[in-house]
């Protein structure tokens, strides 16, 4: 049987005549393509695969485009690379515990300067420039991140920034 994957690689943009707010296009999500709030790197994975992935089921497991290969190297029944970031969420699909879990999830961009954003479970910090303080954000109480509470949170932050440290690769690119 097939499975199908359909996602997208980032938010709502405005480009080539598109406003992203005539429909409403991020919802309540701060941000469009190109920003490392929610409303830009946030996209619905719909999943099916008949027979195996029940019909109309829900989840809210975080998950990434780079854990794409390792979950369709194990479907089909092969290993994915040890050196990448990605994890197989084939458990989450096939309705059972998610018992492998990042510890981070990290973004970077680079286009009108360089960006950062971190999550860690419900917390998500983004950076806007270089040597800037962290934005931090209660993703489960502010999912729109309008509250900064890094004021509020110095242990997580000091975490973020730890992880940040040693959380890029450099690259004579960027």
Known sequence: LTVIFFSSDNGPHKEGGVDPEFFDSSGPLRGIKRDLYEGGIRVPMIVRW??????????D????????????AEIAGTNAPSDIDGISV?????????????QFLYWEFHEKGSKQAVRMADWKAVRLEPGKPLELYNLKENLAETKNVASQHPEIVAKIEDYLKTAR??????
């Open 50 to 59: 008949p027979g195996k992935i029940k019909s109309g089921s829900v989840s």
């Open 61 to 72: 497991q975080v998950w990434t485009f780079w854990d794409f290969l390792p979950t369709a």
């Open 90 to 102: 084939l458990p989450t699909l096939l309705g059972q515990k998610q018992t492998n879990q990042h």
């Open 169 to 174: 690769t450099e690259s004579d690119r960027w």
